[in-house]
């Protein structure tokens, strides 16, 4: 990619944050199919009295990266991972609008469709680039001299603008590259999970469940918490706890916390407790409504609230859940459910894989970016709690959540 000259005084770049907002996300929910890119088959634009919006459909989260051009002056955006609907490619569109020639679009390799604004620099004021949600499209809007910038669309990230553009980042790697399996290897893919939040949970007053030996869930999550943030900080992820010793963090609080950090990623950790002390295995959760008695109980547990609450809550979650993360939550819960029961294994044979569920976590409410809850063993089970107790088995729970982490960020360059 060509580096786009910064032009001071004109950009007004849509802050794309430090988060997820530049990033590329998989749907894992999604059938895979041969083709990982995302086809584009329209483009629009409007033409108001004080700016003009191209709107590019992708329908399929993708990344984006985007700059300046000079002589002559073009704004372009680069979506990676996609192609261009036959009919589209080398399409201009000429625009109502004497700060702008045209637009066009084009494949610019055979992974990263380019759409180029031709604009006369010396009559715009400003730009923004950015994205919006259900369904996935950018936005480019242009302002030109003599008008104020309005607000971006209501879905918008309201992340404050930023005098800066993105340095633009060459990103067409192979995940599976060996090369890329060494330190840091999230910044290297440029894939932009650089924060993780791992809340483990309960923790001061609230012990959470505890086992018939005494043994207390909140030390068990704080040890795994810890063994993990060591894990993702020796690959040059920055992970943040929300406790760091035996306090007690309010639910809400713990996603502050995320949202403040601006996390990529928030894992909530806890360990497991049911009637039935025969029942073991390892679960993983992300924010949804869900119709399982056995999940609104334990949601109720770890919300320490009672079922009837849970369901005067799942009224205010269903508004809730339509604007999360939830695809994007589903596809990390499967991948650190899965290597988690494959890590624990090694230690304890048979551990029951109880699969990936919605279910109605408080603590999963607030976080802006994809968000789980694991349960990573039983704490009622004499068996698990008797693992519980072990440094070995709490590592190996690490390690777990953690090639889960890392299995999660490598599929954000598929999809
Ligand atoms: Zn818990």
């Not at 700016?51 to 459909?57: A, C, K, N, P, Q």
């Not at 955006?77 to 569109?93: E, F, H, R």
């Not at 055979?110 to 923004?128: G, K």
């Not at 601006?262 to 869900?290: C, P, Q, Y």
């Amino acid at each position: 990619m060509k580096s786009a000259p910064k032009t001071p005084g004109i950009v007004l770049l849509a802050a794309l944050g430090l988060s997820l907002s530049a990033v590329a996300f998989s749907f894992p929910a999604a059938p895979r199919q041969d083709d990982p890119r995302a086809e584009i088959v329209n483009l629009r634009r409007y033409t108001h009295s004080n700016f003009t919006r191209v709107v590019l459909d992708i329908g399929t989260l993708r990344e984006y990266t985007f700059g300046e051009l000079r002589d002559p002056g073009r704004i372009y955006v680069d979506v990676l991972q996609a192609k261009l609907n036959p009919i589209l490619q080398g399409q201009s569109y000429p625009v109502k609008a004497d700060y702008i020639s045209q637009i066009r679009i084009s494949q610019k390799t055979t992974s990263t469709v380019r759409v180029v604004v031709d604009v006369d620099f010396s009559r715009i004021q400003s730009y923004r680039v950015y994205h919006l949600f259900d369904p996935y499209r950018l936005v480019v809007d242009i302002y030109p001299h003599g008008t104020a910038a309005p607000a971006t669309e209501p879905q918008a990230k309201t992340t404050p603008p930023a005098r800066r553009t993105v340095p633009p980042v060459k990103r067409e790697v192979d995940p599976k590259d060996p090369a890329f399996n060494g330190t840091s290897m999230a910044r290297q893919l440029g894939l932009g999970v650089r924060t993780v939040v791992i809340d483990p949970g309960h923790g001061g007053p609230r012990p959470g469940t505890i086992g018939r030996s005494g043994l207390q869930e909140k030390e068990v999550n704080l040890a795994v918490a810890l063994a993990l943030r060591a894990r993702l900080r020796e690959a040059g992820i920055d992970a943040i706890l929300t406790r760091e010793s035996d306090v007690d963090v309010g639910l809400d609080d713990r996603t502050v916390i995320a949202n403040q950090k601006r996390a990529d990623l928030f894992i909530s950790i806890h360990a497991n407790a049911h009637r039935d002390r025969k029942r073991g295995g390892v679960e993983t959760f992300f924010l949804n409504i869900s119709p399982d008695p056995s999940v609104i109980e334990l949601a109720a547990e770890e919300n320490a609230t009672s079922t009837k609450n849970i369901g005067q809550m799942e009224s205010i979650l269903e508004k809730i859940v339509q604007n999360s993360k939830i695809q994007e939550s589903r596809g990390l819960a499967e991948a650190i459910q899965k290597n988690l029961c494959r890590a624990l294994s090694r230690d304890l044979s048979g551990i029951r894989n109880l699969g990936v569920k919605g279910g109605p976590f408080w603590v999963l409410i607030g976080g802006e970016m994809p968000s789980v809850l694991v349960e990573i063993s039983h704490l009622s089970n004499a068996r698990e709690e008797a693992k519980l107790k072990t440094k070995k088995y709490r590592d190996l729970a690490a390690q777990g959540i953690y090639d889960g982490i890392m299995e999660y960020i490598r599929s954000l360059g598929k999809g």
